[in-house]
């Protein structure tokens, strides 16, 4: 887990020097001196681990656990004067505990979303394939033709040339080669099933959308801007195909 019982710790303290009145804020706030660098490398480190504990928080609380922060302050000044409640291997089990507990709501929170995202990429195919324009092939992925070149179809073995843009069903942009204007070279045989099938069916000139069932594109794996089970949107422009000799052979 990323956040570590050390950091814990370190946030705890933190929020402790911080969770002060608002008049004694506004105080400390007015002699603030940034003037060197010194004093910037001090605020920045309490800065940084700031936005650590903001977040941290955050991400706790969305998940349901909501910690005491009147318990954080005070068990901050309690260490400092040498009169903390709990002793060290105390604090370690409680941490390691509270670290297993957010390990399992984020593994069930995960597995719910990862359900719901099944559950709306099968709905939403279905629903597509309806549509006028769109072929399903027999592994499942959903092409439309935008624009049919002339130009010869690619094999699994070819390395191409492409420009692309690919969202979740939302329209959130995750990727997008026409945002870093410069189009992406690849071996088909190291892309996801449903480019790697996808591709071979479009001539070189061609602009296809795929609708790619998740099962051809990253199965249940959470790749953050790509969640579980998501199926996915691409916009492919089939720009070149180069020699053979060029390929990689897949893993």
Same mark, same amino acid.
């Given at each position: 887990?990323?956040?570590?019982?050390?950091?814990?710790?370190?946030?705890?303290?933190?929020? =402790?020097?911080?969770?002060?009145?608002?008049?004694?804020?506004?105080?400390? $706030?007015? &002699? @603030?001196?940034? *003037?060197? #660098?010194?004093?910037?490398?001090?605020?920045?480190?309490?800065?940084?681990?700031?936005?650590?504990?903001?977040?941290?928080?955050?991400?706790?609380?969305?998940?349901?656990?909501?910690?005491?922060?009147?318990l954080l302050k005070r068990g901050f000044e309690d260490a400092l004067a040498g009169n903390a409640k709990l002793d060290d291997e105390k604090i370690r089990e409680?941490?390691?505990?509270?670290?297993?507990?957010?390990?399992?709501?984020?593994?069930?929170?995960?597995?719910?979303?990862?359900?719901?995202?099944?559950?709306?990429?099968?709905?939403?195919?279905?629903?597509? =394939?309806?549509?006028?324009?769109?072929?399903?092939?027999?592994?499942?992925? $959903?092409? &439309? @033709?935008?624009? *049919?070149? #002339?130009?010869?179809?690619?094999?699994?073995?070819?390395?191409?040339?492409?420009?692309?843009?690919?969202?979740?069903?939302?329209?959130?942009?995750?990727?997008?080669?026409?945002?870093?204007?410069?189009?992406?070279?690849?071996?088909?045989?190291?892309?996801?099933?449903?480019?790697?099938?996808?591709?071979?069916?479009?001539p070189v000139g061609s602009k296809y959308k795929f609708t790619i069932p998740s099962e051809l594109a990253y199965g249940e794996r959470d790749l953050g801007k790509?969640?579980?089970?998501?199926?996915?949107?691409?916009?492919?422009?089939?720009?070149?195909?180069?020699?053979?000799?060029?390929?990689?052979?897949?893993?």
């Amino acid at each position: 887990m990323r956040k570590t019982i050390k950091m814990s710790l370190i946030a705890a303290s933190v929020l =402790a020097l911080t969770a002060c009145n608002q008049e004694a804020k506004k105080e400390q $706030q007015a &002699e @603030v001196k940034l *003037e060197t #660098e010194a004093q910037q490398q001090a605020y920045g480190i309490g800065a940084s681990v700031g936005n650590f504990l903001n977040q941290d928080l955050a991400d706790k609380k969305a998940l349901g656990v909501e910690l005491d922060e009147a318990l954080l302050k005070r068990g901050f000044e309690d260490a400092l004067a040498g009169n903390a409640k709990l002793d060290d291997e105390k604090i370690r089990e409680v941490l390691t505990a509270l670290d297993q507990s957010i390990r399992t709501k984020q593994q069930e929170k995960a597995k719910v979303e990862s359900e719901k995202s099944k559950a709306e990429g099968e709905k939403y195919l279905a629903e597509n =394939a309806k549509k006028e324009g769109v072929t399903v092939t027999e592994s499942g992925l $959903q092409y &439309e @033709v935008i624009t *049919e070149g #002339e130009g010869e179809k690619p094999v699994a073995t070819d390395v191409v040339k492409v420009h692309y843009k690919g969202t979740l069903l939302d329209g959130t942009e995750f990727d997008s080669s026409y945002s870093r204007n410069e189009p992406t070279t690849f071996p088909l045989n190291r892309v996801i099933p449903g480019w790697t099938e996808g591709l071979q069916l479009m001539p070189v000139g061609s602009k296809y959308k795929f609708t790619i069932p998740s099962e051809l594109a990253y199965g249940e794996r959470d790749l953050g801007k790509i969640p579980a089970n998501s199926t996915l949107v691409f916009e492919v422009e089939l720009l070149e195909i180069q020699s053979d000799d060029k390929a990689v052979p897949a893993e």
